[in-house]
C-alpha cells in the first residue's frame, strides 16, 4: 500500500520545479484559508445568523403584541404602517383567517435558525417561508381574529460580513498567487540558463554568454559550472597536446627504420620478404598511432558551424565508391545542422569502413526523425553478438573471432564515432540490420 500511494503522488507530483515550487507555496496557503473559512462559517456565521433571527424575532413578537394589546382597526392600521416604516416588516392583518394544516418545508439553515427563535418567544401556531419569488420571508402567525402575515426582506437575515469575507479570502488569494508566480519565475530563469549553457557545453556548441544569477545557491551552482566547463577545457588541451608530442616522437623512430629498411633492400635483395613483412608491421603501427590520436583528440576543439549532412556523406561514400566498394546511399535533401565537419566525417567514415570491411552489401540512408536526424548505415556481415551490442564501444575491444580474424586495428573505430557523436549532443545504437549483418544508427539533434 506505502508503495502503491509513492506511485500515485509521484505521478500526480509536477515535473517542472517552477509548479512544484507554486505548489508548496499554495498548499498552505488554501489549507490555511480553508481551515479560518471552516472557523468563519461554523463559529462566526452562526453567532451572526443567529443575533440577525432574534432581532427580526423581536420586531415580528412587538408588532405582534401590540396589535393584540390595542385591538382597535384604527391603532391597528397606525402601528401597521409604523412597522413598515421603521423596522421594514410589512404586515397585513388577515381577519377571520386560519393557518394551513401543512407548514411550509423547513430545510435551510436561516429557516432553522428563524423557527428556532421564533419558537422560543411564541406558543401559538407559526407558519414560515423562505423560498418565495419576491425575496421575501413571510412569517404567518394565527391570532384568535385572524392571521396576521408579514413580510420582510431576505436581506435581514443576511450580513454584508460574509460577502466582504469571501471577496477578502479571495482577493488575497490572487494577490498572493501573482507575486508567487512572479518571484518564482525569476528564480527559476537563472536555473533555466545554467541548464542551457550545460547542454550546450555537452554538445560542443560554441559556448553561450553565461553569468550566474538568482539566488546564492544558484549563483554558486553557476560558478561551479563556469569552473568545471575550464578545468574539462583546459585538461583536454593538455592531453592533446601531450599525445601530439608523443605521436611525434614515436613517429621519428618509425620514419629513421623505414628509411633504414629502404636502404637494406637495395644492399640485400635476398631479404626482400623480410623486409616486406617488417614494412607491413611499421604501416600498421603508424595506423594504430593515428587511431590513438583520433580517439585522445577528440573533437579537437573545432567550431561547429551549420553544415549539409547529405553532401558531406555523399562525399565520404563517393570516395569509399573509388576504392572499389560498391554502397547504396539514400538521403533527403538539404540536412543542414549544426557540426564538427571533420569530427563528424571521422564518425560517419569509421561506420562506413567497418560496414564495408564485414560485408559485401552496404546501404547509407538519412532522414530527418522529429527534431532529429538519423544516419542509418547497414550491411549484410556476420553481425554482432547481441552481449557484446555495449562492449564494441569500449576503446581497445576486439570482436576479430566473429567479425574478421584477419583485420588488424586497435580496436577504437566505433568508440571514435560514439565519443564523436555524444559531443554532438547524439547517439550511435547497434541492432540487426534486415541484411543479416549489422545496423548502425547514428542520431543527431537539429
Given at each position: 500500500m506505502?508503495?502503491t500511494g509513492?506511485?500515485?503522488?509521484k505521478?500526480?507530483?509536477?515535473?517542472?520545479?517552477?509548479?512544484?515550487?507554486?505548489?508548496?507555496l499554495l498548499?498552505?496557503m488554501?489549507?490555511?484559508?480553508?481551515?479560518?473559512?471552516?472557523i468563519?462559517?461554523?463559529?462566526?456565521?452562526?453567532?451572526?445568523?443567529?443575533?440577525l433571527?432574534l432581532?427580526?424575532?423581536?420586531?415580528i413578537?412587538y408588532?405582534m403584541?401590540?396589535i393584540q394589546?390595542?385591538?382597535?382597526?384604527?391603532?391597528?392600521?397606525?402601528?401597521?404602517?409604523a412597522?413598515?416604516?421603521?423596522?421594514?416588516v410589512n404586515?397585513?392583518?388577515?381577519k377571520?383567517a386560519?393557518?394551513?394544516?401543512?407548514?411550509?418545508?423547513?430545510?435551510?439553515?436561516m429557516?432553522r435558525?428563524l423557527?428556532?427563535?421564533l419558537?422560543?418567544?411564541?406558543?401559538?401556531?407559526?407558519?414560515i417561508?423562505?423560498r418565495r419569488d419576491?425575496r421575501n420571508i413571510?412569517i404567518?402567525?394565527e391570532?384568535?381574529e385572524?392571521?396576521?402575515?408579514?413580510?420582510t426582506?431576505?436581506?435581514r437575515?443576511?450580513?454584508t460580513?460574509?460577502?466582504?469575507?469571501?471577496l477578502?479570502?479571495?482577493g488575497?488569494?490572487?494577490?498572493?498567487?501573482?507575486?508567487?508566480?512572479?518571484?518564482?519565475?525569476?528564480?527559476?530563469?537563472?536555473?533555466r540558463?545554467?541548464?542551457?549553457?550545460?547542454?550546450?557545453?555537452?554538445?560542443?556548441?560554441?559556448?553561450?554568454?553565461?553569468k550566474?544569477?538568482g539566488?546564492?545557491?544558484?549563483?554558486?551552482?553557476g560558478?561551479?559550472?563556469?569552473?568545471?566547463?575550464?578545468?574539462i577545457a583546459?585538461?583536454i588541451?593538455q592531453?592533446t597536446?601531450m599525445?601530439?608530442?608523443v605521436?611525434?616522437?614515436?613517429?621519428?623512430?618509425?620514419?629513421?627504420?623505414?628509411?633504414?629498411?629502404t636502404?637494406?633492400?637495395?644492399?640485400s635483395?635476398?631479404?626482400?620478404?623480410e623486409i616486406?613483412?617488417l614494412?607491413?608491421?611499421?604501416?600498421?603501427?603508424?595506423?594504430?598511432?593515428?587511431?590513438y590520436?583520433?580517439?585522445?583528440?577528440?573533437?579537437?576543439g573545432?567550431?561547429?558551424?551549420?553544415a549539409?549532412?547529405?553532401?558531406l556523406?555523399?562525399?565520404?561514400?563517393?570516395?569509399a565508391?573509388?576504392n572499389g566498394t560498391?554502397?547504396?546511399?539514400?538521403?533527403e535533401?538539404?540536412?543542414?545542422l549544426?557540426?564538427?565537419?571533420?569530427?563528424?566525417?571521422?564518425?560517419?567514415?569509421n561506420l562506413i569502413?567497418?560496414?564495408?570491411?564485414?560485408?559485401?552489401?552496404?546501404?547509407?540512408?538519412a532522414?530527418?526523425?522529429?527534431?532529429?536526424?538519423?544516419?542509418i548505415?547497414?550491411d549484410?556481415?556476420p553481425?554482432i553478438?547481441?552481449?557484446?551490442v555495449?562492449?564494441?564501444?569500449?576503446?581497445f575491444?576486439r570482436?576479430?573471432?566473429s567479425?574478421?580474424?584477419?583485420?588488424?586495428?586497435?580496436?577504437?573505430g566505433?568508440?571514435?564515432?560514439?565519443?564523436?557523436?555524444?559531443?554532438?549532443?547524439?547517439?550511435?545504437?547497434?541492432?540487426?540490420s534486415?541484411?543479416?549483418?549489422?545496423?548502425?544508427?547514428?542520431?543527431?539533434?537539429?
Amino acid at each position: 500500500m506505502a508503495a502503491t500511494g509513492k506511485r500515485l503522488i509521484k505521478r500526480f507530483t509536477p515535473k517542472r520545479l517552477f509548479w512544484r515550487s507554486l505548489l508548496i507555496l499554495l498548499i498552505p496557503m488554501v489549507l490555511l484559508q480553508g481551515v479560518v473559512a471552516y472557523i468563519f462559517f461554523e463559529r462566526h456565521w452562526d453567532t451572526v445568523s443567529r443575533r440577525l433571527a432574534l432581532g427580526l424575532t423581536g420586531d415580528i413578537v412587538y408588532v405582534m403584541r401590540t396589535i393584540q394589546k390595542y385591538p382597535e382597526d384604527e391603532f391597528r392600521e397606525w402601528t401597521l404602517r409604523a412597522a413598515h416604516r421603521e423596522m421594514q416588516v410589512n404586515a397585513v392583518f388577515e381577519k377571520g383567517a386560519h393557518l394551513p394544516a401543512e407548514a411550509p418545508p423547513i430545510s435551510r439553515k436561516m429557516d432553522r435558525l428563524l423557527h428556532h427563535a421564533l419558537s422560543e418567544r411564541l406558543v401559538i401556531p407559526f407558519h414560515i417561508d423562505t423560498r418565495r419569488d419576491d425575496r421575501n420571508i413571510s412569517i404567518r402567525i394565527e391570532l384568535k381574529e385572524g392571521v396576521l402575515n408579514i413580510l420582510t426582506p431576505r436581506k435581514r437575515m443576511f450580513s454584508t460580513t460574509v460577502n466582504i469575507f469571501v471577496l477578502w479570502m479571495v482577493g488575497t488569494a490572487l494577490v498572493v498567487t501573482g507575486i508567487a508566480i512572479f518571484f518564482l519565475r525569476n528564480q527559476i530563469q537563472p536555473i533555466r540558463r545554467l541548464a542551457a549553457a550545460a547542454e550546450a557545453f555537452g554538445k560542443g556548441r560554441p559556448e553561450v554568454d553565461f553569468k550566474p544569477g538568482g539566488a546564492s545557491e544558484i549563483r554558486q551552482a553557476g560558478a561551479a559550472f563556469l569552473d568545471m566547463r575550464e578545468r574539462i577545457a583546459r585538461h583536454i588541451d593538455q592531453r592533446t597536446e601531450m599525445l601530439a608530442g608523443v605521436s611525434h616522437d614515436l613517429r621519428t623512430p618509425l620514419t629513421r627504420i623505414k628509411l633504414q629498411l629502404t636502404m637494406l633492400r637495395e644492399t640485400s635483395p635476398d631479404a626482400g620478404t623480410e623486409i616486406s613483412d617488417l614494412e607491413s608491421d611499421i604501416a600498421e603501427m603508424e595506423k594504430m598511432i593515428d587511431e590513438y590520436l583520433d580517439f585522445a583528440r577528440g573533437q579537437g576543439g573545432e567550431t561547429p558551424v551549420p553544415a549539409d549532412l547529405s553532401a558531406l556523406l555523399g562525399d565520404i561514400v563517393e570516395s569509399a565508391r573509388r576504392n572499389g566498394t560498391v554502397l547504396g546511399l539514400e538521403t533527403e535533401p538539404a540536412l543542414t545542422l549544426p557540426l564538427r565537419p571533420n569530427a563528424i566525417r571521422r564518425c560517419l567514415t569509421n561506420l562506413i569502413d567497418n560496414a564495408v570491411r564485414y560485408g559485401e552489401q552496404v546501404e547509407v540512408r538519412a532522414q530527418r526523425v522529429g527534431d532529429s536526424v538519423e544516419v542509418i548505415i547497414e550491411d549484410d556481415g556476420p553481425g554482432i553478438p547481441p552481449e557484446s551490442v555495449e562492449d564494441v564501444f569500449k576503446p581497445f575491444y576486439r570482436l576479430d573471432n566473429s567479425r574478421s580474424p584477419n583485420y588488424a586495428g586497435a580496436g577504437l573505430g566505433l568508440a571514435i564515432a560514439r565519443d564523436v557523436a555524444r559531443g554532438h549532443g547524439g547517439e550511435i545504437t547497434l541492432q540487426e540490420s534486415a541484411l543479416g549483418g549489422l545496423r548502425a544508427v547514428l542520431r543527431l539533434p537539429v
